[in-house]
């Protein structure tokens, strides 16, 4: 497949400045403006400890936050950058922070991503002054092309009394220029809780540091890709690129709720899935492509032990990757070599670890036995067409059969798709039939909802712009693509109604049995 995503996001804590007080995010008080920037109420200098305080996210929703989060002004790529060498911790576990800069020193501050009464985020830790040096750059090395920064660690960075949750490391750079740096500070226990399981494998496959991602080297050209991208060098952009667009606005939306949550990643459950033991959901946010067969083969033991799953993409689980041990230490590696696999050490001895598409073989598994979509095509745009207008995840939003919301199908999709593995013996219903054109041939973006034999829902949306829908025609909206904020209201109210209910347990025990309509919807063409 050629590479993808290459259009250019604007995401939040871009190059535009903090500004005065923005509107309230999902627009819930048009017009209204957000209150004042608090104090931080944690430490100020990294030789002070934070004062005691609940590590459960729910607890953290009314606290008061900061709107001095965002980036103000970026500079060139070696202004300054960095990254930990941990992609997470539990609470109290310490991490190094690796930085180079062209300043004389530089700060480090700790914003929690939240929805603090509409501030979004809260300053829970802040470093004094770091002594600042400029560190090479990258260059590709070994076959696979791999590129990592290898500096040494700039400072070491204790999260004792860190909530879990998201976090936007910020490094400030006395010359006024900035990037991000993200964390997730990972639950270890999620029963009873909404598992937001986050995607820093698909991060990484994406980055462009250094001049090589898994989609292209320094020329541009496919064919000079990285086989092997390392977590030890910077995100590129603004330094947390995909996080903010295909993640942060689910967990604002999801704390503001109240439910219990629980924080984790891909590449956690990979080698840990404890967190997903007696968890109500777990929920694959935006853009979520790169999974491990152990990632895979966890989450799907969860549904089946009864744990709701929500897809809140598109495109999920298309990519097997091997995470290995880099220079740094265990799993700093991701590992897809794709169309090249045969040139994969695993082929064709152990072909269920060769690092291709799922769907492919050796070893092929279709992602759709999971997701109960199957992703088909890139690039699209084109309006999210309501099909099942009286299901209850649309309960509030006032849609009508037919009903649409412009370009909020897109830039990738998925669909159902006869003849793809299905999810098991129970039926399969698709709740939004969107019409499109992608690359001259028509077909579908399809929202599906089906229920395993252990009880769990499991919902996928078939398009990767919902997330991001949850911003649009907000001033952190980014390249909201067109979309508004009738489209925001209607996803917002959407996603809220999937949350609270699959938060209560298995879907099946409280919600309606889904109603079969793919065999008469693809039957009909």
Request: proline share 8%; with cysteine.
């Amino acid at each position: 497949m050629s590479p993808r995503e290459t259009q250019e996001h604007t995401a939040p804590g871009n190059a535009h400045g903090p500004g005065p007080a923005r509107r309230s995010f999902l627009g819930l008080c048009a017009g209204a403006g957000l209150a004042a920037a608090t104090a931080c109420d944690g430490p100020t200098a990294s030789n002070r400890r934070p004062a005691p305080q609940s590590r459960r996210p729910e607890a953290e929703r009314d606290r008061p936050g900061t709107l001095a989060w965002r980036i103000g002004s970026l500079g060139t790529p070696d202004a300054v950058a960095g990254y930990t060498d941990r992609v997470s911790v539990t609470p109290g576990q310490e991490c190094g922070l690796h930085v180079s800069t062209t300043a004389s020193s530089f700060r480090v501050s700790a914003f929690r991503v939240g929805w603090y009464g509409g501030a979004l985020a809260r300053l829970v830790w802040r470093s004094g002054p770091v002594a600042g040096h400029a560190r090479p750059g990258g260059r590709p090395a070994s076959a696979t092309r791999t590129v990592r920064a290898d500096w040494p660690r700039t400072l070491t960075v204790a999260t004792e009394g860190w909530p879990e949750g998201a976090y936007l490391i910020r490094l400030d750079a006395d010359s006024g220029h900035q990037r991000y740096v993200p964390l997730i500070v990972r639950s270890t226990h999620g029963t009873g809780r909404t598992v937001l399981l986050h995607a820093p494998a698909t991060w990484q496959a994406y980055n462009r540091w250094g001049g090589y991602s898994l989609y292209a080297g320094a020329s541009g050209a496919y064919e000079t890709r990285s086989l092997a991208v390392s977590f030890d060098r910077p995100y590129d952009a603004n330094g947390a690129e995909k996080f903010l667009v295909y993640e942060w606005a689910a967990v604002v939306l999801a704390e503001r709720l109240g439910i219990p949550l629980a924080y984790t990643t891909g590449t956690d459950v990979h080698h840990d899935p404890g967190v997903l033991h007696g968890a109500n959901v777990v929920v694959c946010l935006g853009h979520d492509e790169y999974w491990t067969p152990e990632q895979r083969r966890y989450v799907t033991a969860a549904r089946d032990a009864g744990t709701n799953v929500a897809f809140l993409g598109a495109n999920t689980c298309f990519r097997r990757v091997r995470l290995e041990t880099g220079e740094a230490g265990p799993e700093r590696t991701v590992v897809c070599y794709k169309s090249s696999y045969r040139t994969d050490p695993c082929y064709p001895s152990r072909p269920a670890l060769v690092t291709t598409d799922f769907r492919q073989g050796p070893g092929a598994d279709p992602e759709s036995s999971l997701t109960g979509v199957l992703y088909e095509g890139y690039p699209v745009d084109a309006p999210y067409v309501v099909h099942a207008a009286d299901h209850w995840l649309y309960e509030g939003t006032g849609v009508r059969p037919g009903e649409s919301f412009d370009h909020l199908v897109g830039v990738e999709y998925d669909r159902v798709t006869p003849g793809a593995p299905v999810p098991g013996p129970g039926p399969l219903e698709v709740t939004a039939h969107s019409p499109l054109v992608c690359s001259g041939t028509r077909s579908h973006s399809d929202s599906a909802y089906y229920t395993a034999p252990g009880g769990a829902g499991v919902f996928a949306t078939g398009t990767m712009r919902w997330v991001e829908a949850l911003k649009a025609g907000t001033p952190d909206g980014g390249r909201d693509h067109g979309m508004d904020s009738r489209t925001r209201a209607f996803v917002t109210r959407t996603t809220e109604n999937l949350l609270r209910a699959f938060a209560e347990g298995p879907a099946a025990r409280h919600r309606p049995a889904p109603r079969p309509d793919a065999g008469q919807l693809y039957k009909a063409g």
